[in-house]
């Protein structure tokens, strides 16, 4: 930390997305993605996923799983809930949330409260933590992402700001903070083509929003190898 701040360039580089990143990133996606009433709207940011037209890299298999998140298993109204739901299977879109609201409207069964996740579970995979900076090699690692959003809802491009717990990377090590920088990336590409590999160790985040109130919930996330495109 107390070398000096590293400087890039825009361009597209290899990446560490760390459990805590992915957590902003699939939030993000979270506001519209998955419920029933935005897909059926086309208002969802993973129209295309829901649609067939896009697809995941057949290492990404993703449940709203409220057991692991601890939240309840019924809703406000008093509705059971499942324990897990499949979101994504092997890259492909399974199945969208269902408030009973929605379900009601759209013909569906209840698997949600409010038709946004609140205990996200993906799958880990095979790289431990201890292997991440050697198998960055040269690129960043990112420990952190502020004032994520939707760029283009279409294509599903997030973007957001690095701040703080962000390295430059280089020959598999550290060699200093990396200075504020946008990311802006397609989920297609992010856990798509661009995937190389998901962290062993998965964690859980838990929530800590408290817009109103308390947030409740939590997400249980690995981190990720993939590549990002830095445009400032």
């Known amino acids: 930390m107390q070398s000096p701040a590293v400087n890039i360039t825009a361009g597209t580089y290899r990446a560490w997305v760390s459990a805590e990143a992915l957590g902003e990133l699939l939030g993000t996606i979270g506001w519209n993605g998955f419920s029933v009433d935005s897909i059926r709207s086309g208002s969802s940011s993973l129209n295309k996923l829901y649609n067939r037209e896009k697809q995941l890299s057949p290492q990404i298999h993703l449940y709203e799983n409220r057991q692991m998140g601890d939240v309840p298993s019924f809703t406000s109204e008093g509705f059971l809930l499942p324990a897990e739901v499949s979101l994504i299977q092997e890259g492909q879109a399974t199945n969208q949330l269902s408030s009973p609201r929605a379900a009601k409207e759209f013909a569906t069964n209840i698997n949600s409260d409010s038709g946004y ?11 431990l933590d201890s292997e991440v900076l050697q198998r960055i090699g040269t690129g960043l690692y990112i420990g952190r992402l502020w004032y994520t959003n939707i760029s283009d809802p279409g294509s599903c491009r997030l973007t957001a700001m690095t701040r703080y717990d962000c390295f430059w990377v280089e020959e598999g090590v550290l060699v200093g903070p990396l200075s504020p920088v946008r990311m802006d990336s397609s989920i297609y590409q992010l856990l798509g ?4 590999a998901i962290g062993a160790h998965v964690h859980q985040i838990p929530e800590t929003l408290s817009y109103g109130q308390r947030g409740w919930g939590s997400s249980s996330l690995p981190g990720v190898m993939t590549s990002l495109k830095i445009t400032l």
Do not use: V
Not at 193 to 196: A, G, K
């Open 117 to 127: 996740p609140s205990a996200l579970y993906l799958q880990g995979g095979d790289l």
């Open 193 to 196: 083509e661009d995937l190389e």
